[in-house]
Every structure is written in structure tokens, then in C-alpha cells.
């Protein structure tokens, strides 16, 4: 577990700012994976991304951006902020599917507070 | 896209007694489906997991069974203790996971 990090762990920010999560993974996972978590929802895929370069839209992708220029880092950017996007954020990784385990691992989260 | 329905949402059980969480799945060609267990302000962790060519699968005191024909599957929770409390999560896969919306388990002493 220890091989995927999130920061910042907690964050209060206001309405309209830009805020960007961050997620490094050290096992050099093909796969990365974004989801928030609201109760009564479960986790709901937002972005995800296949390789460095490629990333794709989930369940619910307006309002996010995120990019993959390294395996190792996926981060996630609100570019303006909304109170309907407070949240808990959790990054999480896997190998390549293609023979292997399909096995995905969370980072420990990150608490965001829109005001 | 798929769909995953989980019941029941809250369970209380008593200490020792079997607790049994069921999903529903919508994708025929899903093939893959774990249980994710998550504590109190902690990430979810896998517990256990089944692929679409097994029917059951068993680790210790906890197994998940799957029934393809019906697009179910279900985890189940002997002996329970205390530490079994947690919020359950079952998603199934694709492509991407799916996740079911948790189930809150509650154990009594």
C-alpha cells in the first residue's frame, strides 16, 4: 500500500479556485485510476488513464482535468471549484491486465472542503 | 455501461453469526469481480475477488460465490468479529470497475 501516495491528505479551498491532487504510484503500474466518494454512491470513476499520454473520461469527468506525463504521477486539477465537488478523492493503480492480476490498489485519499 | 446494484445497503449482525452481502451485475461480459472492505476514514483494501470462470472462491472465513446465468454474486462472512465492521464494496469489470454503492456491516458483541 505504501507504493501509492496522495497529497495533499486534506484541503479547504473556495468556490471558484483551482485545485490540483496529486497521485505518485512507485510499482510503475500501466494503469491509474481517479474516484470520488460520496455516501450513498460508492466510488465513482472521474478520469482514468492507460499508459503515460492516454487518459480517458469515467462516470463523472465535468468540472476535472488530469493529465499523465510520467507513469508515476496522475494528477487530478478542478480548474474552478464548486461546493458540489467536496469530496473524498482516492487515486488507485494496476498492472496491465494483459496475463496479470487485475488487482487495484488505492492511495489513502484526499478530504477536500469546497466553501 | 455497466450497472452494479448492492444490497442491503446497512447489516447488523451478531458476533460469531454468518453476515451475507449480495450484488447484481448488468454487463454479461463482465469478468471480474472483487470485494473491497473499507474502515472508518481508510482506503478501501481488497479482501477478495472471483473471475468469471470460478463459482466460488474461499479464503479463511470469508467467500464469495458467482452466478453468471443469474448476473449475481455474493460475499459471505463466517464467524464474524469485530473487526469485521466496515463498509463492503463489490464492483465488477470489463474493461473499468464498476463499484455497488457499499454495505455497512456492523458487528455486535
Known amino acids: 500500500d505504501a507504493g501509492i501516495t496522495q497529497s495533499p491528505r486534506y484541503k479547504i479551498t473556495e468556490t471558484g479556485r483551482q485545485v490540483t491532487l496529486m497521485c505518485h504510484q512507485t510499482w510503475s503500474h500501466s494503469y491509474m485510476f481517479w474516484y470520488r466518494q460520496d455516501l450513498g454512491h460508492g466510488l465513482r470513476l472521474i478520469y482514468y488513464s492507460a499508459a503515460a499520454d492516454i487518459t480517458d473520461k469515467g462516470e463523472v469527468p465535468d468540472g476535472y482535468v488530469v493529465s499523465r506525463s510520467k507513469t508515476e504521477n496522475f494528477p487530478l486539477t478542478l480548474e474552478s471549484a464548486t461546493r458540489s465537488q467536496t469530496s473524498v478523492y482516492f487515486c488507485?493503480?494496476?498492472?496491465?491486465?494483459?496475463?496479470?492480476?487485475?488487482?487495484?490498489?488505492f492511495g489513502p485519499g484526499t478530504r477536500l472542503t469546497v466553501l | 455501461g455497466e450497472n452494479v446494484e448492492q444490497h442491503p445497503s446497512t447489516l447488523s449482525v451478531q458476533e460469531g453469526d454468518s453476515a451475507v452481502i449480495k450484488c447484481t451485475y448488468s454487463?454479461?461480459?463482465?469478468?471480474?469481480f472483487p470485494w473491497y472492505k473499507q474502515e472508518l476514514g481508510k482506503r478501501p483494501q481488497l479482501i477478495i475477488d472471483?473471475?468469471?470462470?470460478?463459482g466460488e472462491k474461499k479464503d479463511q472465513r470469508i467467500a464469495v460465490t458467482l452466478n453468471k446465468t443469474a448476473k449475481h454474486f455474493s460475499l459471505h462472512i463466517t464467524e464474524t468479529q469485530p473487526e469485521d465492521s466496515a463498509v463492503y464494496f463489490c464492483a465488477a469489470k470489463r474493461e473499468k470497475l464498476t463499484f455497488g454503492t457499499g454495505t455497512r456491516l456492523t458487528i455486535i458483541p
Open positions: 472471483i473471475r468469471s470462470n470460478v
Open positions: 454487463d454479461s461480459a463482465s469478468n471480474y
Open positions: 488507485a493503480s494496476h498492472r496491465d491486465s494483459h496475463g496479470g492480476t487485475d488487482t487495484q490498489y
